[in-house]
């Protein structure tokens, strides 16, 4: 649990790889607010590269066509990954051997493989490679944890249920740049099912803290194959664990934006609606809980920290060990789909 005070410090150094998912956007903006100094971007798309300088006032000094370039020229505190899943290896490879930490978006890796490498290359130099959640930075969730495994509010969890998707990436309007790989099944890992999985998942796996589920049983369904013929846009995922029961219900077809996490205890009943809304119950009647301001608010202060020495990630949401599993999930997720089978992950 993330219990450290933060003190001011100057904004890390940070190179960019990739400009293709629309995360970037959030990053823009932490830059134009001085929370970050980016000294290279790596962005072999010339069009897309163009288009992000001018929108934001970016030197042309900071561009390269690629991390091994970039790298050439740059020392940064860290990367932060904004390209699609499957290329997320490449940058920790060309990272690692120079001692630079990599921050990805979510997920951490399409394949379990490529996990694998990941870890191995973290583990040989001496890095952090940790991936951001737009979750791990909600209050509601936070104090969810402390409630539930530092508090005891609940008891033990015996059910946990989490609602992650949205219209669909097409009908929100994302990027034609972003939309190129996200509806992907090989750049992208799946559709829905990874999209939106990834954070049941990483939640969930927070939650039982770092326990791994028994088995994984997943269904996908394909309801708009005229806006995403190569990918699923729903998929229901069950985690069994010894004595608790994970849902996550992902999809792209949603009437409304959804990111919530619902726990069942022995005692008590929580529900994280959103970012700053929390409700609990515990016998008839629901009440609504004062939100707490989480000791982390964003990601660059987490990582600043990290880097610091001042934290370590083992068990948080961003965290190797976590994200390893994430990926093992989705997965076994994507197989139990395919074939219609449950897939057995811990035999334990």
């Not at 051997?97 to 921050?103: A, C, D, E, L």
């Not at 379990?112 to 940790?130: F, G, P, Q, R, S």
């Not at 999985?197 to 005229?226: D, F, Q, R």
């Not at 069950?238 to 999809?251: Q, W």
């Amino acid at each position: 649990m993330m219990m450290f005070i933060q003190v001011n410090a100057q904004p890390l150094k940070v190179g960019v790889a990739g400009l293709n998912h629309d995360h970037a956007l959030g990053l823009m903006g932490q830059y134009k607010r001085g929370e970050v100094n980016i000294i290279g971007i790596a962005e072999p798309d010339a069009q897309l590269a163009e288009k992000y300088k001018k929108r934001f006032q970016l030197p042309e000094s900071i561009f390269y066509k690629s991390v091994d370039e970039m790298l050439q020229h740059i020392k940064p505190d860290a990367v932060l990954a904004y390209n699609a899943i499957a290329d997320h290896l490449a940058v920790v490879a060309a990272c690692a051997p120079k001692g630079i930490s990599v921050m990805v978006e979510k997920p951490l890796a399409t394949t379990v493989e490529d996990a694998n490498k990941m870890a191995v290359l973290a583990n040989k130099y001496h890095i952090k490679v940790l991936t951001n959640y737009e979750t791990t930075w909600y209050p509601s969730n936070q104090q969810i944890y402390k409630m539930v495994n530092e508090e005891n509010i609940t008891g033990h969890i015996r059910k946990m249920i989490v609602h992650m998707g949205h219209q669909g990436p097409k009908e929100i309007g994302c990027s034609k740049e972003f939309l190129s790989w996200l509806t992907d099944p090989v750049k992208n890992g799946g559709g829905a099912l990874i999209d939106f999985g990834c954070y049941g998942a990483n939640l969930m796996t927070w939650m039982m803290k770092n326990k791994e589920p028994l088995s994984v049983t997943a269904i996908t369904k394909h309801i708009k194959p005229e806006a995403y013929p190569f990918v699923d846009d729903d998929a229901t995922i069950l985690l069994e664990y010894p004595d608790a029961t994970g849902i996550i219900e992902a999809s792209w077809n949603w009437t409304f934006g959804i990111k919530d996490l619902e726990v069942f205890g022995e005692k008590s009943y929580l529900h994280a609606l959103n970012a700053n809304t929390l409700q609990r119950r515990d016998t008839v009647d629901y009440y609504n809980l004062s939100v707490q301001k989480a000791v982390y608010s964003d990601n660059l202060t987490y990582l600043a920290d990290v880097l610091r020495g001042k934290i370590q990630p083992d068990n948080d949401l961003s965290s190797l060990d976590n994200n390893l599993i994430v990926v093992r999930i989705l997965s076994a997720a994507r197989e139990s789909a395919r074939t219609g089978r449950t897939i057995l992950l811990n035999k334990k």
